[in-house]
């Protein structure tokens, strides 16, 4: 007897064979969208007669070209690539704010200690003064907006972060509503193949945002993992939000247990590295500079004068933490170590100068208690206010104060029981701060007793010079001692081992206590956030101190200011301020080439990976039309013999009648 049914099943399987053709013609271009291709098994036979006969064929299933291994490895570099690329474009954005060019930070830091050369040209002129501190405010204005371009970028990137949590909550919605559907849709042995693919596809857009992983589970079914595999998207989703850790950083966390989520890939694991570690690394190095330089410009600043010479009064413009407290147990603004203070006070009427050392040890001493150290150099009051923790410094009338460090015009003659009247004059010019002992050899009136000198010996109690001061001496002559230091013996008489002293001031701040007590500042504020130049010298250039003494023309002070220029004062005494810009250039431009070579080979690693996956999941159309062609024929062979049954059928039955 014919079978029909036989027939039928053809038609059947092949028509869902021609259909399932024609879906990855359709979605050949859809991303995710995997090969589908249909898994034919015959029927059982039937037994006729003794004989196997056969019932036809049907489709078993309807299976994905799948490669797990493949889609891992493209699932990883997916993850690794948004990460890559979060931190280039972020580093791309860093390069454009340090580039040199006219108005960058680089070009202002050269114009500013330029414009200080040309005051040193002329440094009683009023208007270069006023220049250079126009070039200061074009550099403190510089700083401001470099640091605020920086706090753009990563306000931006916290934005960008914001958006990417809220695309990732809502994927994981969708995943987890996808995992339930692909439960109740294989329930029946069936396969969920258009919502695998779907799953996968946002597997890997998730894994552009945050690391991400699909896992099979027992039931073959599978889940999404994310965040270092800490959480498991199943048929229940997750919650994710952004947060302010302790320390500032910029974090992940769940937003159900508020508990942080750690990353290892993805967009999001870029942006957090380039907002907690990338910009801050540059904000620093900018807070670095900006310190360094406050802090250098102040301490020299502080030990020079202005054209009006010698100070009536000083206001210290930082506070510290506690003005009762040892100053290395509180807060200030720059550090102060153990030395020495030299303070100079000057007598209006007659030009005499006199130098105070103090001792000063802030693992022992408060503000307080330099305060009191002050008061007790003649001529000078010191007090401390105990609500603004600043010190103030007022000379007593008819007197002036400052650190210059000069040397003293008469020198302490206590010891002294002649009647020459020594004088000295010049600028000590050596390295280290020292005392020249002055000691009188022979006894006899100033040139006119013939072996009569004057011995002078340094700190450790080395023979610097034997002056002659015998007969071929001219009694108030200068003659040079040692290292700029001149003195003058007027007509009267020395007596053998009379002996005085000279302080010799390389360093009148040993302690940096000027800079960190805030007097006679040059800048105020300790960062690129809040530098500015000090609002008395706006207001008054002639304060700016040139000069370390009232003499015209002396520009002593502006060149140690130039000086600074090229002394390695930053980065742990090993960058002057325009190497360390230039560093920090270089610095982002191999960052940003190490960037750049990553992911250049992270996206010829995708465009490879991508490669074999379409080789093996791909729709390519040739071969489509190939198996189109194969299931036509095999549909059309079908449908005949489906005829040809029926004809037989009825040429059987006309029989039978």
């Known amino acids: 007897m014919l079978n029909s049914f036989t027939a039928v099943s053809a038609l059947r399987a092949n028509a869902v064979a021609l259909n399932t053709v024609a879906n990855n013609i359709a979605n050949a271009n859809t991303p995710g969208y995997h090969k589908q291709s249909v898994l034919m098994t015959e029927l059982p036979p039937n037994l006729v007669s003794n004989l196997q006969v056969g019932t036809g064929v049907k489709v078993q299933s309807i299976r994905r070209s799948y490669s797990e291994l493949t889609e891992r490895a493209l699932t990883s570099n997916t993850a690794e690539l948004a990460a ?27 114009k500013f200690f330029d414009e ?8 009683g002129d009023v208007t270069q003064r006023g220049i250079v501190l126009r070039g200061a405010e074009a550099l403190t204005d510089e700083l401001h907006s470099s640091l605020s371009q920086l706090g753009s970028i990563k306000s931006s990137l916290r934005t960008e972060a914001e958006q990417l949590v809220r695309d990732l909550n809502s994927k994981a919605d969708e995943i987890a509503s996808l995992n339930k559907q692909i439960r109740i849709a294989e329930g029946g042995g069936a396969n969920a193949n258009d919502l695998r693919d779907r799953r996968d596809q946002l597997t890997n857009e998730l894994a552009g945002i945050v690391d991400a992983e699909l896992s099979t589970s027992g039931g073959g079914r599978g889940s999404v993992l994310l965040a270092d595999r800490t959480l498991l998207i199943g048929e229940k989703s997750v919650n994710l939000g952004i947060a302010t850790s302790p320390e500032g950083d910029t974090i992940l966390v769940n937003s159900a247990s508020g508990e942080q989520v750690s990353l290892t890939g993805g967009r999001l694991a870029g942006l957090f590295q380039s907002i907690n570690e990338i910009v801050p690394e540059f904000e620093n190095q900018l807070n670095e500079f900006s310190n360094g330089l406050i802090h250098q ?22 506070a510290v933490g506690d003005v009762t407290a040892p100053l290395a147990e509180t807060a200030t603004d720059f550090p102060i170590a153990a030395g020495e203070l030299t303070v100079t ?24 208690d330099v305060a009191a150290l002050l008061n007790g150099v003649d001529h000078l009051e010191a007090t401390v206010n ?17 650190f210059t460090g000069q040397l003293e015009t008469t020198p302490d003659l206590t010891a002294v029981t002649g009647t020459s009247l020594p ?21 006899g009136n100033v040139g006119v007793t013939d072996g009569l000198s004057v011995e002078v010996r340094n700190g ?4 610097l010079n034997t002056l002659d001061l015998g007969s071929t001496y001219a009694p108030g002559t200068e003659v040079e001692v040692s290292d700029g230091v001149r003195v003058s013996f007027g007509a009267g008489t020395l007596a053998a081992g009379d002996t005085f002293d000279a302080s010799a001031i390389a360093n009148s701040d040993t302690t940096g206590v000027l800079s960190a007590l805030g007097l006679n500042e040059f800048f105020n504020g ?22 370390r003494s009232t003499r015209p023309g002396d520009n002593d002070n502006v060149d140690r200011l130039i000086s600074l220029r090229d002394e390695k004062l930053l980065r742990d005494g090993t960058r002057a301020f325009e190497g360390f810009l230039t560093e920090t250039l270089g610095n982002i431009g191999d960052q940003v080439r190490d960037a750049s070579l990553e992911s250049d080979s992270l996206k010829a690693s995708q465009q490879r990976i991508t490669a074999e996956r379409e080789a093996y999941s791909g729709i390519d159309p040739n071969e489509e039309l190939v198996d189109l062609l194969k299931y036509q024929r095999a549909f059309e062979a079908a449908s005949k013999t489906l005829s040809v049954m029926d004809e037989l059928m009825r040429t059987t039955l006309d029989i039978v009648r």
């Open 84 to 110: 890559s690329d979060a931190r280039l474009a972020t580093l791309n954005q860093i390069e454009s704010v340090f580039t040199p060019g006219p108005g960058s930070l680089t070009d202002r830091t050269q």
């Open 423 to 443: 004088q000295l004059a010049g600028r000590y010019n050596g390295t280290a701060n020292d005392t020249f002992a002055f000691t009188v050899v022979g006894t």
């Open 460 to 463: 450790n109690g080395d023979l």
């Open 297 to 318: 410009f102040n301490q020299t600043h502080a030990t020079g004068v202005g054209a009006s010479g010698p100070f009536e009064q000083l206001f210290g413009g930082r």
């Open 386 to 402: 105990s609500t603004s923790r600043k010190i103030t410094l007022r000379a007593e009338t008819g007197f002036g104060f400052d």
């Open 116 to 123: 200080l050369e040309r005051l040193s040209a002329n440094p």
């Open 526 to 547: 300790v960062s690129a956030s809040d530098i500015e130049v000090d609002g008395a010298l706006l207001n008054d250039p002639r304060r700016l101190a040139a000069a």
């Open 345 to 368: 006070v000057t007598d209006a009427a007659t030009g005499e100068r006199r130098n105070t050392r103090l001792t000063i040890d802030p693992k022992t001493q408060s503000l307080d």
